[in-house]
């Protein structure tokens, strides 16, 4: 009697298991359609949490008679997923199920959370950050897992960069095809996961075009900015320099007209700025070689100059024993000599940091990327006159915004204000310099 009671067709419910702390996690797939034979174990749905995707399974052999649940729709625990007719015998996993179920509906087994995967060991994450878990089903997983790849490295092509199957096999296609290199060392400071191929459509199909090659300046820079700006963690920091005394020395400093003599720029103080600090906060002075610190003892300041042919950084070098009238004088002829491509590479090494200034160009502030192995740079935009209040009213006041690009492997934040306060202290007070 028990037996056939057992083969029997029966309708049972299948709810949302217990899942842990998750509440609210919405539906990011629904595997089945009503009609559907499903063997004990098949996926039913899945569900996303910010740090893991559930499939739900079948807990039993049998037919989907309705689904109650929608992509997008949020469930939690007990919440119904859908109705199934099912026959044969119950397994003990099912018949446990059922008896831990008060209310009568079968609860099945748990779901299987796409997460038992550890962090691979080049990419620290802290412990459940959604770093940690690659973005696959747990079926993705297990292949991953056969097949012996590290899914952290893979892809996903899927929705939300979902890793699929595919995404798996291409994967072992592409690493079949790659030339066997050097393995990087697990100490190698950064890990860059393998990005997907630049996007090419045919722009001439939407409108006019015209291709011309990348100069030889573009294309150096170009592989330069995109390393340092993929391997530096960037952090950048604003402030702004109270200018009116030191631009009024400046005027003083430069020729009247008809006079020969260099012009000086604000480049030129910000250069002597830099040195100062670059000698109070010594750990700016610094690259990193061979998993070491190479702390440097000279002060060769670079700048970025905008030329024909794209931007190049030419280095001033020994600025610490240089005045401002000097550096003016060795940036402009450095500037002309990048101009017209004639930079020696000597010229375009060796520097400790780089000043990148806009103030003769436009904007009221940006971003510049770390020149490495450099660990800092400084942006600079143009100064303006604004209001400032003293107290008792606003006074017109000659205001240079600042922005220092720093490596927080090298530095952290509180050093990196203190850093650009000096800077800034210094650009405000050129008496400063001479110290
Ligand atoms: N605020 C207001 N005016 C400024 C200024 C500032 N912060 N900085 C310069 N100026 C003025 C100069 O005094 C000069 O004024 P005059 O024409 O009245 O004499 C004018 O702007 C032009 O200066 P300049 O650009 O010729 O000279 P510079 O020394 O300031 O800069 C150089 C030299 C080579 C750095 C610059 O020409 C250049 O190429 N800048 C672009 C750098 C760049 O592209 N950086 C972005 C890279 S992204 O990181």
Redesign the pocket.
Known sequence: MDDMSLTMAEPIDVLVPDIGDFKQIPVISVLVTPGAAVAEGDPLVELESDKATMEVPAPRSGTVTSIHVAIGDRLSQGDRILAMSVTGKATPLAEQAQKQSSTGPTRMAPPSPSSPMPPPPFKPASPGSAAAVAYASPTVHQLARELGIDIAAVTGTGPHARILREDLLAFVKRSLKAPAGPTPPLSAPTFIAELPPWPEPDHSKFGAVDVRDLTRVQKLSAANLARNWLTIPHVTNFDKAD?TETEQF?KLL?PKPGEDGV??????F?IKAAVSALKAYPRFNVSFAGGRIVAKHYYNIG?????AEG?VV?VIPDCDRKGVVEI?AE??R??EK?RAGKLSPREMSGGCF????????GGTG????INAPEVA?L??????MMPVWNGAEFIPR?I??LSLSWDHRAVDGAMAARFLGHIASCAEDSRKLML
């Open positions: 200018i400046r430069n012009k000086v720029t604000m480049l030129a910000l700048f970025a100059a905008d030329t931007l030419a003016a940036a402009r450095l500037a990048a780089t000043v990148s200034s806009l103030g003769g160009v940006f971003t510049p990327i740079i942006g600079a935009a143009p100064a303006e000659l240079l915004p």
